[in-house]
């Protein structure tokens, strides 16, 4: 199952907002901040915190939705939340401390560090190419493993035993490509030159420098005091929570954290050099995956702009350095499907007089409104016109899967039949898919449907209990 196909986890280049120059301004954009998300909330997009800093002074800041929606704890300034792909901006900020204090160089190929990889690999792949995303590798998490292979992942070491077999999507610095693989080998090179792990480490080097009291670090998404379960918002019907998804993070992922530290971290790398010397600061927030490049510290410190953004199920963070107007903009989020994207880009919006778009509903719920209000033999049909005209991603398979999980919470088998139809046509290698298109047969009591089904998740992929399962109580 392709599930953090539409949640991997990205990069962007934000335009972050313009200072204001009056109380009145103040007070109207306080306002308009509020009104985006709270309209966030109420369509069911976004559960957050929001802070914007304005030369080290808090400007806005909210909490809104739950912490915990089964218990019904609310969020609040001090909620953590997990943030996805910002951790790699924590690891590139360890890698540049070790090359200051020249225990490693940039140019250093990974062989030099770390052994299991082939030849053309160690030899040629260096640090630097792997901050950034340069290196040929891709994304780990793609890699074709079942869900109990994914549950023995517990640490980088285990994780780093399927990076080996990963072949290279491209010669090494020919092209950018986004790599989650990459920083977990960034992340294994410095446990390696530490003799750490790297929760430690972080701690050291950077929570504790700069007082980040309320942020850690796990391998794979585990419950800690304060923190936010992340729920998988684009979900119809009762809320879906993360806990068991065994969501791997191992330097690529992994850090949670809140909203006053993650301020921490950005007044520290702006105004002092506690972490990193200016020189290697321009390094840091400097990327191929951004349009501008920094000369030096000084050019940073004029009109410096830097977003990155991270997500996962149940995850979304932006973490954004505005050096012009002298902003920070962070907005933390226990729903996934780019809810802090969306939100951030709206608040930056009404910072530089840009139109608002309003937010749109989840688009597995346009799907499954599409079905209910123009049948399920029109869908079957007609379902790429209809997503194109609704500006739904056809690509993204969890959104069908969440329209269609609806449809069978609802025993809605024709519906149901129709969705999970489109789903294998569009997705023929996605098990979940097939199984659930059997169930959906089984409502309107078709076994033989059902049977064929339920053989072909086999087929795709052996061994699978449901399917097996399933044929075996059809056989009774």
């Known amino acids: 199952m392709k599930k953090f196909k539409a949640n991997i986890i990205t990069t962007l280049f934000l335009i972050l907002p313009a200072a204001l120059s009056a109380q009145n301004s103040e007070n109207t954009n306080e306002s308009k901040f509020s009104e985006i998300i709270n309209e966030a909330y109420s369509k069911g997009v976004y559960s957050g915190n929001v802070l914007i800093v304005s030369d080290g002074k808090v400007a806005f800041e909210t909490s809104i939705g739950n912490a915990d929606y089964d218990k019904n704890i609310p969020n609040t300034s001090g909620t953590k939340f997990q943030t996805g792909s910002i951790t790699k901006f924590f690891v590139k900020t360890l890698i540049h401390q070790l090359a200051d204090e020249n225990k490693i160089s940039m140019s250093d190929n990974i062989g030099k560090y770390l052994t299991g990889f082939s030849s053309d690999i160690s030899g040629n792949v260096t640090i630097q190419q792997l901050t950034d995303h340069t290196s040929g ?92 379960k992340g729920y998988l918002s684009g979900q119809l019907g009762p809320k879906e929570n993360n806990s068991d998804m065994n969501i791997i993070g191992a330097g690529a992922g992994g850090i ?12 520290s790398l702006i105004n002092d050099n506690r972490l990193l010397s200016d020189e290697s600061k321009v390094r840091l927030f400097n990327s191929p995956l951004f349009p501008v490049q920094y000369q030096n510290w000084d050019e940073f410190k004029r009109n410096g702009r830097f977003a990155i953004a991270g997500g996962a199920p149940g995850i979304s963070a932006v973490f954004g350095i505005n050096m012009e107007k002298n902003y920070v903009m962070i907005v933390l989020s226990n729903f996934d499907q780019g809810s802090a994207e969306e939100v951030s880009q709206r608040l930056s919006a009404v910072l530089n007089d840009r139109e608002i778009k309003p937010f749109s509903p989840p688009p597995a719920k346009v799907i499954y409104d599409i079905i209910k209000e123009k049948g399920a033999d029109n869908f079957i049909v007609n379902y790429k016109e209809e997503l194109s005209a609704a500006g739904v991603d056809p690509e993204n398979d969890m959104i069908l899967l969440f329209a269609g999980r609806e449809f069978l919470r609802e025993n809605d088998a024709d519906n149901a039949i129709a969705l999970y139809t489109v789903y294998t046509k569009e997705f023929p290698d996605i098990v979940v898919a097939w199984n659930d298109l059997g169930d959906a047969y089984l409502l309107k009591s078709d076994k033989d449907k059902a049977r064929k089904c339920y053989e072909q998740a086999l087929k795709i992929r052996p061994g699978n209990k449901r399917a097996e399962e399933s044929i075996r109580k059809l056989n009774q």
């Not at 530490?194 to 480490?201: S, Y």
């Not at 530290?261 to 007044?267: E, G, H, L, P, R």
Request: glycine letters at 8%; zero cysteines.
């Open 137 to 228: 590798f891709g994304d780990f998490l793609r890699e074709a493993m079942n869900p109990d292979e994914l549950r023995n992942l517990k640490n980088i070491s285990d994780v780093l035993t399927v990076i080996r077999n990963e072949k290279l999507n491209f010669p090494p610095g020919i092209q950018v490509q986004y790599s989650n693989s990459g920083y977990v080998i960034l992340a294994a090179i410095i446990e390696k030159i530490e003799g750490k792990i790297l929760e430690e480490i972080l701690k050291e080097r950077i929570f504790n420098k700069t007082g980040m009291d309320n942020t850690g670090f796990k391998v794979v998404n585990t419950e800690a005091d304060g923190k936010a």
């Open 256 to 267: 949670y954290s809140t909203t006053g530290d993650m301020n921490k971290f950005a007044q």
